[in-house]
């Protein structure tokens, strides 16, 4: 009684989480168990992680988002997620108020990672966001919504940029939070996922 455990998470890491996310000592805790559980080698792979997209989605191709989704939590570029990404990652996207929630967009949208987010760019993150809509469901979108390049179309009008422009984090998330048929457009990740 009374001994620390080595599988338990390290006051560094604890005391870092406490202060980069809302969430409590005794909740963090509690994520790592469960991290621990699901996850016993401690780090996530890409291919663990599209598996649980797979589950998430099942009706359709998430695997391209997924990559997408693992690149912007791969915040060493060491092709794992370690706890602390994996719960940064989870406080962002689900607990974070809008703007922190737009700063991660603008991470998953800036797929080369140079800070700054092209037309080209938003066309590929909406591609693998339309592939995560099923089949049948593709049918009932409105006509200028029914193809990944229109809703890149309408997602880059947004940001009153030229095609070959580029947009950075502040205009990203100004954006966006001032359009909400845009936020609807890149929102589409969090009702299931
Ligand atoms: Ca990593
Ligand atoms: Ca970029």
Not at 48 to 65: G, H, L, M, V
Not at 92 to 102: E, N, P, V
Not at 143 to 165: H, I, M, S, Y
């Amino acid at each position: 009684m009374g001994n620390s455990k080595s599988g338990a998470v390290s006051k560094e890491i604890l005391e870092e989480l406490k202060l980069n996310t809302k969430f409590s000592e005794t909740e963090i805790v509690q994520w790592y168990e469960n991290f621990k559980k699901q996850c016993p080698s401690g780090r996530i792979t890409k291919e663990e992680f599209q598996n649980i997209y797979r589950k998430f989605f099942p009706d359709s191709d998430a695997n391209t988002y997924a990559h997408h989704v693992f690149r912007s939590f791969d915040a060493n570029d060491d092709g794992t997620l370690d706890f602390k990404e994996y719960i940064i990652a989870l406080h962002m996207t689900a607990t974070g108020k809008t703007t922190s929630k737009l700063e991660w967009a603008f991470s998953l949208f800036d797929v080369d990672k140079n800070g700054y987010i092209t037309k080209s760019e938003v066309t590929e993150i909406c591609t693998s966001i339309f592939k995560l809509i099923p089949k049948d469901e593709v049918e009932d979108l409105p006509e200028d919504e029914n193809t990944p390049e229109k809703r890149a179309n309408k997602l880059w009008k947004v940001f009153e940029k030229g095609d070959d422009d580029r947009v950075a984090e502040g205009e990203f998330v100004q954006g966006l939070l001032d359009n909400e048929d845009a936020l609807r457009l890149i929102q589409l990740f969090h009702s299931k996922a």
